[in-house]
């Protein structure tokens, strides 16, 4: 099999894995080794696939053989796949030739699993090792830990690359008892501890001696799978809001579900991967992450799944029309944050802008914010925007309507599907 | 007495420009509008401004004892291809001098808007090409080709001189005709009317379809969405991406190599199947540095 080949194989099977980015780590050139990581604090995209997709790193397995048999899964044993796998020294080239030419921001490694987690662990070791030590390659790399790994092996990766991740898969524990029987909970949960506490003590030593070993230096990532079990949105948020503060994960990252077999057990082969709901996960991710709210705010018990209608953000402000309008002359930033059509950026400016001069709608617009959302929900100088019509009754409406621009076509037909049912 | 309105000629230069605004509050005229080396006819008096560094210092000076954050702004806004560029910035400085920093502080104000909107707009396409500059080899040297609208070449030197330090590279910015030069620690940009490329040796055109295989299979087709794709990546960057190069470039920049099956050592300069004249560039970068 020529190299073509195990590179479509291989990242054919990769490419289900959501995780793709390059920020994180700082380090600049180093003599004698070729490359750096982005000095950007988002990363950097270097391509962007036809599904619309950042192609940040080269995202590929080590090896698709596994025995593990997650019904879920292209990889699974049962299914009837091409298999393959790089020797390192393949990948090192790989990874160097296109490194080289700009094509991406270093390498993702992942594997399926072979004999047992320790062994496949042990490859991806070898691999890395002789790509940074022989190859003396210095940009990113992104690799999976996977779970039932023994901790030093774990040590040992994360002293090599520059971001672990080890994923949840599966939201509930229920679910993967049910679609990866030979996953268990405790060891998915077992590495991500140990990764945040020498994270954590790598940091402290640095702090102390400048050439101590940097482990994981960019933190960790996991991701989870949605739409292949029941599990509503609401404990999906629930269960992102806890490992960001369990485990001081850098990103979770949300994979919407494709069908990839028909099985009694998971949604038929003709359904549409839920991207939608996906996109929801993520808007609400952000608040989360970049806007001061909490799980808790934005679902409960009587609304456990997101409004396909609306985002996060619009369907939380018209729950909580107590707090509107906000006056953008005085209104504290917390509270600019929470209004839709402002974002972390517009906030700053308003901050900074008022101090200097009165803002009209003029002005916010100049500033980047979003007025055709925000308009319904700030005052300027006491003064709601010229011609603006609307009442507590039209208001869900117009919001609807503005969202439906927004989205593509496809999702947007879903919503007028909705609509009709 | 008014300021007379007045046609200033400079070489296009960031220093030409400074010594402008000094020309300009030395003999107390307006300029209304910016010519660089072409010819201008106009009914307005014309002052061809000399370059003085001694000038240019003083301005930049001045610009600096009000705001450190305004002389960054300036020297990028120079770079972007914001129409009456220089109109634009000599407003702004004026302001600037008249009235302190604080207008920097609200981005809607009208005279510092504009600069913002086009700075945003050079920032945004710096980030991309960061991301999509496609190097080929050239026996040895890297090269590649971008189609910029802003006069990102300087910007995007310092990245791609610490990311690939210790290789020799060329970077060609087809819209403002000047080419980036980068070898042993030293870059150098200058003016190159045209760049011919050599056709890709074996290794290079290996590589090019191993990038266009991985970017094939990497896309998940039941998720397709051209619209998210063309809003990240607009069609106009595609031009110089390998991964959109037609495949008959290579199909036919190969064929010998596949009919002899075996490896030639000969540089594939020689051959003309494109009628591309062999490259100038790789082979004198050492010379010219």
Redesign the interface.
């Known amino acids: 099999m020529d ?2 080949d195990k ?2 194989i291989l ?2 099977a ?3 894995d959501a995780a793709c980015t390059s920020s994180g780590a700082r380090r ?2 180093r ?6 990581t ?3 604090i988002a990363g ?13 790193l ?3 397995l080590m090896s698709n053989a596994c025995i593990y048999d997650c019904k879920y899964c292209v990889n699974r044993r049962s299914n009837d796949t091409r298999r393959a796998s790089f020797t390192p020294r393949e990948l090192a080239e ?1 990874t160097i ?2 490194y ?4 991406i ?1 270093g390498l993702f490694l992942s594997s399926g699993v072979l004999r047992d987690p320790d062994y496949t662990t042990e490859q991806m070791i070898r691999a890395l090792r002789l790509l940074r030590e022989e190859y003396r390659f210095n940009g990113y790399i992104h690799a999976k830990a996977i779970p039932g790994t023994s901790p030093e092996l774990i040590y040992q990766l994360g002293l090599l690359a520059d971001r672990l991740s080890v994923n949840v898969e599966l939201p509930s524990e229920a679910g993967l008892r049910l679609l990866a029987p030979e996953k268990h909970r405790a060891d998915i949960f077992r590495p991500m501890l140990q990764i945040r506490e020498r994270h954590a003590e790598s940091k402290a030593e640095l702090v102390k001696y400048r050439h101590a070993p940097r482990f994981a230096p960019a933190g960790q990532s996991t991701q989870m799978i949605v739409g292949a079990t029941g599990d509503s949105d609401r404990h999906i948020l629930h269960l992102t809001e806890s490992l960001y503060e369990r485990y001081r994960l850098k990103r979770v990252f949300f994979s ?1 579900y ?2 990839v077999t028909e099985h009694a057990l998971l949604p038929s082969r003709d359904t ?2 839920p ?1 939608l709901r996906e996109h929801r996960l993520y808007q609400a991710d952000w608040l989360l992450r970049f806007y001061g709210f909490r799980a808790e705010e934005l679902l409960d018990e009587q609304q456990p799944d997101f409004d396909p209608l609306l985002d996060p953000k619009c369907n939380w402000a018209l729950r909580h029309m107590e707090y509107f309008p906000v006056e953008v002359m005085t209104a504290d930033y917390e509270m600019l944050l929470r209004v839709p059509g402002i974002g972390v950026t517009g906030a700053r ?1 308003i901050v ?2 008022r ?3 009165h ?1 009209s709608f ?3 617009k ?2 980047g914010i979003v007025l055709k959302r925000a308009q319904f929900f700030i005052l300027c100088c006491g003064k709601s925007r010229d011609g603006l019509r609307f009442s507590a009754s039209t208001l869900l409406p117009q919001l609807v309507q503005i969202e439906r621009g927004e989205l ?2 496809e999702q947007a037909q879903q919503i007028s599907l909705f609509d009709a049912g | 007495m008014a300021w007379e309105d007045t046609v200033y000629q400079y070489d296009g230069s960031y220093d030409g420009f400074l010594c402008c605004i000094y020309e300009s509050y030395l003999n107390k005229e307006f300029p209304i509008a910016f010519y660089g080396d072409e010819e201008c006819f106009s009914l307005y008096p014309v002052r061809s401004i000399i370059t003085s560094p001694s000038h240019a210092r003083r301005v930049r000076r001045s610009i600096l004892r009000r705001s450190e954050a305004a002389d960054r702004l300036l020297q990028r806004a120079f770079l972007t291809c914001m129409e009456d560029k220089e109109l634009c910035l000599y407003r702004f400085i004026r302001k600037l001098y008249a009235e302190g920093a604080a207008f920097l502080k609200n981005q809607s104000d009208p005279v510092y808007y504009p600069l913002l909107k086009a700075v945003r707009h050079l920032n945004g396409e710096l980030e991309k090409l960061r991301g999509f500059v496609r190097f080929s080899e050239y026996s040895g040297v890297l090269g590649g080709e971008i189609e910029p609208k802003n006069r990102v070449l300087p910007l995007l030197r310092s990245h791609f001189c610490n990311r690939y330090a210790n290789e020799t590279f060329f970077l060609y910015d087809r819209t403002h005709r000047e080419l980036l030069l980068y070898d042993k620690g030293r870059s150098r940009i200058f003016p190159v009317d045209q760049l011919h490329l050599a056709l890709p040796g074996e290794e290079e055109v290996q590589y090019r379809r191993l990038w266009k295989c991985f970017y094939e299979h990497i896309a998940i087709q039941s998720r397709f969405n051209p619209r998210c794709q063309n809003t990240h990546m607009p069609k106009r960057y595609r031009g110089t991406m390998t991964e959109f190069l037609p495949d008959e470039f290579e199909r036919r920049a190969t064929a010998p190599y596949t009919a002899a099956d075996a490896v030639i050592p000969s540089a594939p300069s020689g051959r003309s199947a494109l009628e591309i004249p062999p490259p100038p560039v790789p082979p004198a970068v050492g010379s010219n540095l």
């Open positions: 190299l073509l590179l479509a990242s054919d990769a490419k289900y600049g050139f003599a004698g080794m070729i490359g750096n982005s000095s950007s950097c995209c270097h391509s962007f696939s036809a599904d619309g997709r950042c192609v940040t080269l995202k590929v790989l030739g296109f080289r030419r700009n094509y921001e919407a494709v069908p549409k991967p991207l400016r900074s802008a101090r200097v001069s803002l003029a002005d916010l100049k500033m593509p076509p």
